[in-house]
């Protein structure tokens, strides 16, 4: 079904203490390439809505320029257009599979699914080598104190830098 | 025909909107920016107005309190479509004062659906003035929850489509009056993880009268709930009834004063008695300090003993503040209360059920 109103990637990008609402304008590229691109440092932003994490409804302002330090942000939550976020179909040489994912990066839990080979290997994962976020598939990132402020998208990409905990667990196939 | 006002910054979506809305037979207005639309509010008092939250400038929460805060535009339907989709701005749409809420990308069937359903509602209830009475004491055993059960039933009775709030953090004794199982109470819905309408409306129990119930816990909250979810919660039920009824906290913290902030007026209960007097007169200045205009506040005298208490021009000369009525004893009014039906239906003759009805 058309969808009206989805011509920009709308992400929340969270810090330690703020959550940043934007609309970002890619260019034809995915936001996890522009995440993981180590020629920059920065994320510019066109319009930045900033929100502290306690009252993340609340928009105590909003800017036209801003930028963002990648390797300072948490995760980044995009609620829907997995499309522009993330590239389809990559192929690989080994079987992949979806883990169910907790992981922990300050102040928040996340949860979902990430995707990895089947013989997975965590160190491999949390290397920062190539990429520094990690997608975590129909996620919900929630506040550690208060669980009712709860973030949920068809992707977050994790910081792996911020991650401090990361646990995978498939009890149900156990 | 009715008007619709778009306001969002996205040129290309206030096109399609345009569209989409005219063929729905709809007049539609558009503009780019919150102060623009505001003004344009002002002129057209729009049926309904469609709000984006991301805009510069004047975010579009802004934009819904500056319409709010205009008497001609409170009947203003008013819809927030945003791409910030997350729970949280689903309650920062409701505490702004928003009727509803929709998140980007959304299905244009979806959004005309949800307009005709908003239009028909606002069809409905348009000719009736909304009110929220909060009623109140410091003095506990002046009969503020009775006053609230029969009021509420009252404007119920006169077809008003009525929400009666315990906003008590328990024991509340709404339901025991009302002889009601409630299954969920305001404290649990606060506490939740959900904080849309809909969960709001699914926490109210319904009374066989048709007046819905926010019921108080029976075992005291242990932790108060978040405010901004008391807010929350009112603003989205006096958006859905035509009347809200609070039975109002018996102490003067932050829970009362959040509730009093919302209401329209205040029913200031007391008794004739000097401990109850003495508890007005406190009251009434906490509420002066509290900045709650003078207006809004009446003062109901229940005389819930059958002695004679103190005389009425000794106690609107003790507190400079005339009746706005006085309710009678009435000694069914006991029986009532076991029973668990309330006077105004049990026996809507009585003299406190009838001193009750010529109040509303």
């Given amino acids: ?174 | 025909m009715a008007t619709i006002l778009v306001i969002d910054d996205d040129l290309d979506l206030q096109q399609m909107l345009r569209l989409m809305l005219q063929r729905g037979g709809y007049t539609v207005v558009t503009t780019g920016d919150g102060p623009d639309g505001l003004a344009k509010a002002k002129v057209l008092k729009p049926d309904m107005a469609i709000v984006d939250v991301m805009m510069p400038g004047m975010n579009g929460y802004q934009v819904v309190r500056k319409m709010r805060e205009e008497l001609d535009l409170r009947s203003t339907v008013i819809l927030i479509l945003t791409a910030r989709a997350q729970p949280v701005d689903r309650e920062a749409a409701i505490a702004a004062q928003a009727d509803d809420y929709m998140p980007k990308p959304f299905a244009p069937n979806e959004l005309l659906a949800k307009v005709n359903e908003l239009m028909a509602n606002r069809g409905m209830t348009q000719s009736l003035a909304r009110k929220t009475v909060g009623v109140f004491s410091l003095r506990g055993g002046v009969g503020v929850t009775s006053v609230a059960v029969n009021l509420a039933l009252a404007f119920q009775a006169k077809n008003l489509p009525t929400c009666l709030i315990d906003l008590k953090a328990g024991p509340g004794h709404v339901a025991l009056q009302l002889r009601l199982t409630a299954k969920t109470t305001w404290v649990d819905w606060a506490n939740g993880n959900e904080a849309t309408n809909d969960s709001i409306l699914k926490a109210l129990t319904r009374h066989d009268s048709g007046l819905e119930v926010m019921a108080a816990p029976v075992v005291p909250a242990i932790t108060r709930p978040p405010l901004d979810r008391i807010t929350t919660m009112i603003n989205s039920l006096q958006g859905k009834f035509v009347r809200v009824v609070i039975d109002l906290p018996s102490t003067w913290g932050p829970v009362a004063q959040t509730a009093i902030g919302s209401a329209d007026t205040i029913w200031l209960v007391l008794a004739p008695e000097v401990g109850s007097l003495q508890s007005t007169l406190g009251t009434l200045r906490a509420l002066k300090t509290a900045k709650v205009p003078d207006e809004k506040v009446e003062l109901i005298v229940n005389q819930n003993m059958p002695r004679p208490g103190l005389a009425q021009s000794a106690i609107e000369k003790a507190l400079g503040h005339s009746f706005k009525g006085k309710l009678p004893y009435d000694e069914n009014q006991n029986i009532a209360l076991g029973q668990g039906a309330p006077l105004l239906l049990s026996q809507p003759d009585s003299p406190l059920a009838a001193a009750i009805e010529a109040l509303v």
Avoid at chain 1, 7 to 27: E, N, P
Avoid at chain 1, 56 to 67: N, T, V
Avoid at chain 1, 92 to 102: A, E, H, I, K
Avoid at chain 1, 149 to 166: A, D, P
Wanted: charged share 20%; proline share 3%.
């Fill in chain 1, 1 to 174: 079904m058309t969808q009206v109103g989805s011509r920009r990637l709308t992400a929340d990008i969270f810090a330690d203490s703020h959550r940043i609402s934007t609309q970002l304008a890619l260019r034809g590229r995915v936001l996890s390439d522009v995440l993981n691109d180590t020629s920059t440092s920065y994320l510019e932003l066109d319009i930045a809505y900033v929100s502290r994490i306690d009252h993340p409804g609340e928009i105590l302002a909003d800017y036209a320029l801003s930028i963002v330090r990648k390797d300072r942000l948490s995760f980044v939550v995009i609620a829907s257009g997995l499309e522009m976020a993330l590239k389809q179909n990559q192929a690989t040489f080994t079987y992949r599979r979806l883990w169910p994912v907790f992981t922990t990066v300050p102040y928040f839990e996340i949860t979902g699914q990430i995707e990895a080979p089947t013989n997975i290997d965590l160190r491999a994962l949390m290397a920062v080598g190539v990429e520094r976020f990690v997608p975590v598939f129909n996620g919900t990132a929630s506040l550690s104190m208060n669980q009712a402020i709860q973030f949920s998208g068809e992707l977050i990409l994790v910081n792996k830098t911020s991650v401090e905990v990361m646990c995978i667990g498939d009890k149900s196939s156990q």
